[in-house]
């Protein structure tokens, strides 16, 4: 990082924190003053501000952030949202990641950090709130003491504790009748003695108490139980409720005898409701409200728990379609109101108590149903959002239309873990998007299995070429007028050390996806020219073998392809003659100047290009002659009828039209897929120059390049 940049972030720092400061500090109880307070936060924003930029990202100092800001008496109900808000808003504008993360994903991330910051945060709170609770229940637990003392001993001295305690305390007999109650505890229940008075503690039931709480009544009653601690809700006379730590104990005369039954009650709704909102917050999306990724989680497990959850899941997992191009083009502001919509029309579609939405982040959402009588139910869930999305979403007087795609999970509950069933449905979502979108998919264990594959193979191949996993298998050239090999064309493998040895249909289109075409083709090119001038013969009489190289379209687009193409014949010391250069018909339908540059350039230096797979792109033939080509090479496809008798008359016809027409353009001409005796004396007499196939000799290592089986095919 250079001065400026490093003066540039620290000033980003000072800003954040100062702005984060201001948020704050109206809402703490801290003794520091506010420019102390902003000395307290700049180290976090800073430990904020590396969080962004970690590779691999690590939103756990997040939660960290959150314990420290509790430690700092940032506790009233108002300070997270201001904590939440000012991060929100401003950490990514004063403290950037930088280009190493795209904007999305900083987004992502910091997203992510606020999540495990309000979840520090609350935990932090409730283990402080524990501890202050342990510090009352003793200081309880000695107005308990000093109570009972009081009544054996001094009524006076009682009637001081009872009416000075700051916690309420009640005084029943052993039937349940409130016999007492302190000021304090009145003013908790509204301020009306009389309606505390007139209860009975059996009847102060609430449907939140927790289970169990009445049998530990009961066994205090009956003089089998000394005390017990809970947190239970009362209604107050209004008609709200009040949340309490209460502590009901057994109060026995000196005999031993139960005599009443003394509660002590702490008033904890502010705090419940604290707790309450922050969990709300740590579960629910920010922006459109509905069930987080967290919550989702949290849903899913509990539904697939062995046991005591669903007997069937169903998951529909839906991604919008061309949601990009609305952020591109009008803004993202206008992309979250849309989100926002999708939003409501997606939770007015869940009606039943079994079904949760929520969204995973961007523009992913998520449907859980629990327990659905059929797959038929999910799928006709999949049908109601799409039709709920198919009437566009109007913004700011636009219309826009929103589509998505829908991945369907539906079976036993136990078939898959929570993990494993959003990946099934996150594969099967972008099987319906490659189908066109607009629809849903159901899972297909098959389909998941190659998708899981195909990433495994994407994930390996960036190292697979430094480890040396690559080899070059050659297949013979042959000359059908003489039965000579000319050359070989170099074919690319990978010898996989789980699924074994695979053939280039496996990973060259993923390697042209990820970009390692490039080195991966520049490598086979020099392995081909090193074993090129291998192949030069002493006292060899004749022009030199050939090599035939394959090459992508996006290595076609390679500024460098050309210089290390004749650096790679230099290293090797052949002739460019010795080389030729295959591209694929179909890649060259409409190219336009910049594309054939390169190829112009190749043929200049006397390097031979062969137009592949000639026949399957339905180029037009008068291009031919604009393109710097020497060679066709004939699909299979239009041979295939030769290779038994009677032939094919269509396919001599046409075999013979494309031999004329590429002689006139003085092309030679070369057959793929030879693999019996009469397809390849059919194609002599026709007068095509060269073929491979196996009837001549399988893909191989070099040495075997002369050692020609001529076996047909079709037998073996």
């Known amino acids: 990082m250079t001065t400026s940049a490093a003066e540039d972030r620290a000033d980003g720092l000072r800003r954040f924190a100062a702005i984060w400061s201001r948020a704050i500090y109206p809402a703490t109880a801290t003794s520091m003053t506010r420019a102390e307070f902003e000395e307290y936060l700049l180290p976090l924003a800073g430990g904020l501000s590396e969080a962004l930029r970690a590779q691999p990202f690590d939103p756990r100092f997040g939660a960290e952030t959150g314990a420290a800001l509790v430690a700092a008496h940032c506790t009233d109900p108002e300070a997270l949202p201001r904590i939440l808000g000012v991060i929100d808003s401003y950490l990514l504008l004063y403290c950037p990641p930088g280009e190493a993360v795209p904007a999305d994903e900083a987004a992502a991330r910091c997203g992510r950090l606020q999540h495990w910051l309000a979840a520090g945060y609350a935990r932090s709170l409730r283990d402080r709130t524990l501890t202050e609770q342990e510090a009352l229940s003793r200081a309880a637990l000695a107005a308990r003491t000093e109570a009972e003392q009081a009544l054996h001993e001094s009524e006076a001295r009682f009637r001081a504790v009872f009416q000075g305690a700051s916690i309420g305390i009640g005084i029943a007999g052993m039937d349940g009748t409130i016999l007492e109650v302190n000021d304090t505890l009145t003013r908790m229940f509204g301020g009306l003695e009389h309606h505390v008075r007139s209860r009975n503690v059996n009847d102060w039931g609430h449907p939140d108490d927790g289970p169990g709480t009445w049998d530990m009544q009961r066994q205090v009653a009956r003089g089998e139980r000394d005390h017990y601690s809970i947190e239970k809700p009362y209604y107050r006379t209004d008609g709200t409720v009040l949340w309490t730590n209460l502590t009901v104990s057994l109060l026995r005369d000196p005999a031993g005898t139960p005599q009443y039954m003394l509660a002590l009650m702490e008033d904890i709704t502010e705090e419940r409701l604290l707790r309450e909102r922050l969990r709300f917050e740590a579960t629910h999306d920010a922006l459109t409200g509905l069930a987080n990724r967290t919550l989702f989680f949290e849903s899913l497990e509990e539904a697939l728990a062995p046991g005591t959850g669903a007997a069937r899941i169903g998951l529909c997992y839906l991604d919008l379609d061309g949601f990009k191009d609305v952020n591109d083009s009008l803004g993202h502001a206008v992309g979250d109101r849309l989100l926002v919509a999708v939003g409501e029309r997606l939770q007015a579609c869940v009606t039943s108590p079994g079904q949760l939405v929520a969204r995973l982040g961007g523009d992913e959402f998520v449907v859980i149903v629990v327990d659905p009588k059929a797959r038929s139910e999910v799928t006709a869930l999949a049908d109601v959002i799409l039709g709920a999305l198919a009437a566009p979403i109007r913004i700011d007087g636009r219309e826009l239309s929103v589509r998505c795609s829908i991945g369907i999970v539906e079976g036993p509950a136990g078939a898959l873990g929570p993990a494993e069933a959003l990946r099934s449905a996150d594969i099967t ?98 392995e081909a020219a090193r074993q090129a001038h291998d192949w030069q013969f002493p006292g060899f009489d004749g022009p030199p073998l050939r090599v035939n190289v394959n090459l992508s379209p996006s290595q076609l687009h390679h500024p460098g ?62 291009s031919l002659r604009q393109l710097p080509i020497t060679t066709l090479k004939l699909d299979r496809s239009f041979t295939r009828g030769m290779q038994h008798q009677p032939v094919d008359p269509v396919d001599v016809k046409i075999v013979d039209g494309i031999v004329q027409l590429a002689h006139t353009l003085g092309l030679s001409v070369t057959v793929e897929g030879v693999e019996t005796g009469l397809q390849a004396e059919h194609l002599r007499v026709l007068g095509c120059d060269t073929a491979q196939g196996w009837y001549y000799a399988r893909p191989g290592p070099p040495e075997r390049l002369h050692a020609l089986s001529l076996v047909d095919a079709s037998s073996t």
């Not at 066109?436 to 594959?453: C, K, Q």
């Not at 960036?462 to 690559?470: Q, S």
């Not at 010391?573 to 336009?592: K, M, N, Q, R």
Request: aromatic share 6%.
């Open 561 to 622: 392809l050309v210089p290390e193409t004749v650096a790679a014949l230099a290293a090797a010391g052949i002739e460019p003659s010795a080389l030729c250069l295959e591209v694929t018909e179909s890649a060259l339908i409409g190219a336009d100047e910049d594309l054939l540059r390169p190829l112009r350039q190749f043929a200049e230096l006397g390097v031979d290009i062969a137009l592949d797979d000639f026949g399957t792109g339905y180029s037009n033939l008068a």
């Open 429 to 526: 979502m972008y099987r319906a998007k490659a189908a066109g979108g607009n629809r849903f998919a159901l899972a297909d264990p098959d389909a998941d299995a190659r998708a899981i594959t195909r990433h495994g193979l994407v994930n390996r191949l960036p190292t697979a070429l430094e480890r040396g996993e690559f080899f070059v298998e050659y297949q013979p050239l042959v000359r059908l007028a003489d039965g000579t090999v000319r050359g070989a064309e170099a074919l690319v493998r990978w010898c996989h050390p789980v699924h074994g040895t695979l053939g280039p249909d496996h990973f060259i289109p993923l390697a042209e996806a990820t970009g390692l075409i490039v080195p991966l083709g520049r490598w086979v090119l020099e």
